[in-house]
Nanobody, 129 residues
Framework: QVQLVESGGGLVQSGGSLRLSCAAS????????MGWFRQAPGKEREFVGS????????DYGDSVKGRFIISRDNAKDTIYLQMNSLKPEDTAVYYC??????????????????????WGQGTQVTVSS
């Protein structure tokens, strides 16, 4: 069974940057699209971005487009989320997730959390004003 472990969260000032990592172990990684989501207290889980199995296709939520960049290194079974120009409203727990095994479609990005079935435990990101 694949396990996902996020790291890199922390406290940063508004306008700063952070880079999150999500390392996979125990199963197949390179043939699945991966996603990043976030959840702030009292709010629903929000789509941040998704990357295809090869890294050649990405999709971003409107609130982070132009500021966040997703990448992956299949040799290291790891994806990354580079977060720039951070704002206080970016404060949340950030989760990575692997697409559900739905055949060929699992290689491509998806926005809905129900399209993912393996989740990490999350990492806290706090942006101070």
């Amino acid at each position: 069974q694949v396990q996902l472990v996020e790291s890199g969260g922390g406290l940063v000032q508004s306008g700063g940057s952070l880079r999150l990592s999500c390392a996979a172990s125990g199963g197949t990684f390179s043939t699945f699209a991966m996603g990043w989501f976030r959840q702030a207290p009292g709010k629903e889980r929000e789509f941040v971005g998704s990357i295809s199995w090869s890294g050649g296709d990405t999709d971003y939520g409107d609130s982070v487009k132009g500021r966040f960049i997703i990448s992956r290194d299949n040799a290291k079974d790891t994806i990354y989320l580079q977060m720039n120009s951070l704002k206080p409203e970016d404060t949340a727990v950030y989760y990575c997730a692997r697409r559900s095994d739905v055949g060929y479609g699992a290689r491509f990005p998806a926005r809905g959390p129900t399209a993912y079935d393996i989740w990490g435990q999350g990492t806290q990101v706090t942006v101070s004003s």
